[in-house]
């Protein structure tokens, strides 16, 4: 049937009629908060680039995930900034490391929170890379061990889920076993499955102060040209035990994402990451976009492509629009 029969705007008439017949509903409940913890005492550290986002320590990090939680929030993801870095990254695996404290005490004031752990040694390494080096290359399988060991570290602290963000061929099997091996097959992992190697993280690396002294990251993370071996990068994670999978950058890559819904049931997350959320709220602070508008609307096209959870750093932001 075509026009004049058949004509679309009927069902765009009101606001009421609108709300019928959307297909794709943001809650609160779909978000995932990124926090930064670091070592140290006192106040909150902000981050330039990225407008209310701020370092904080274990106080006033307990302080905001609880805010976040009441905000109807029901997740964080932990990202770690220690004291010290060393060239083997050894703060990542610490048991009592800034993330693994940070947990411990996350869960004991609010235990019904859900805490992720990001498990990468690149905010923990002397030269930023993901993994170790040997001649000047990141070492894949002398990395597994150490990023294996960060993940059951912070699983014993007490994380809801370990998410494993530095793409190295094999981790997800390496932290599986680890944590079986360990009393802890009860642990999902949130995998990074297909992580692009983008030009988007360069604010979040200023949070992290993580980005590498030599080289860059394109030789594990992926070409942002490709899109075919996303699938491979995913149901290889699958295959090797991950719970759950993750598509980071989101709004460049939503095609990557609506090809992988297609491609399995398992949950999809998306990471609205730095680079993203910081162009939002510099255009907004210019009054050159309605910033509340145009983020409800890049998650809600997160969603729409097929992500049922997204790490954001609007979560609580966009918890708070959505409820008010
Ligand atoms: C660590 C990690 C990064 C991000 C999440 N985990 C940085 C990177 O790979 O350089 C980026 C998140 C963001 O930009 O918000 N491997």
């Not at 014993?156 to 079986?180: E, F, H, K, Q, T």
């Not at 995913?234 to 890559?253: N, R, S, T």
């Amino acid at each position: 049937m075509a026009f004049p029969a058949t004509r679309l705007r009927r069902l765009r008439r009101t606001g009421a009629l609108r709300e019928m017949v959307r297909e794709t509903t943001l809650r609160p409940a779909d978000l995932i908060q990124p926090l930064f913890v670091r070592a140290g005492e006192g106040a909150g550290e902000p981050v330039a680039s990225m407008p209310g986002v701020e370092r904080l320590p274990i106080s006033a990090l307990v302080e905001e995930a609880g805010a976040v939680h009441a905000a109807g929030v029901p997740a964080v993801i932990l990202f770690g900034i220690p004291a010290d870095k060393d060239e083997a990254g050894s703060g990542a695996y610490d048991e009592e490391g800034i993330v693994q404290l940070a947990i411990q005490a996350l869960k004991e004031a609010h235990p019904d929170l859900v805490v992720i752990a990001d498990t990468c040694l690149c905010e923990y390494t002397s030269h930023g890379h993901c993994g170790v080096l040997r001649d000047g290359d990141v070492d894949n399988d002398a990395s597994l061990e150490l990023i294996a060991r960060t993940a059951l570290s912070q699983a014993r602290a007490g994380a809801d889920a370990v998410a494993p963000s530095d793409m190295m061929d094999g981790r997800v099997a390496a932290i599986r076993s680890a944590l079986d091996g360990d009393g802890l097959s009860s642990t999902p992992i949130l995998s990074y499955a297909v992580k692009y190697a983008s030009a988007f993280y360069g604010p979040f690396r200023e949070a992290a102060g993580s980005t590498p002294s030599e080289g860059d990251r394109r030789g594990y993370q992926m070409d942002p040209a490709n899109g075919r071996e996303a699938m491979r990068e995913a149901l290889a994670d699958l295959e090797e035990g991950a719970d759950m999978l993750m598509v980071k950058p989101a709004v460049p890559y939503l095609d990557v994402l609506a090809r992988l819904r297609d491609r399995t049931d398992a949950p999809l997350a998306a990471y609205h990451v730095s680079g993203e959320f910081s162009m939002l709220k510099a255009a907004g602070a210019n009054g050159w976009i309605d910033e509340r508008a145009a983020a409800l609307e890049s998650l809600t096209a997160i969603k729409r492509a097929g992500a049922d959870l997204i790490v954001t750093y609007y979560a609580k932001e966009a918890a708070e629009w959505l409820t008010k």
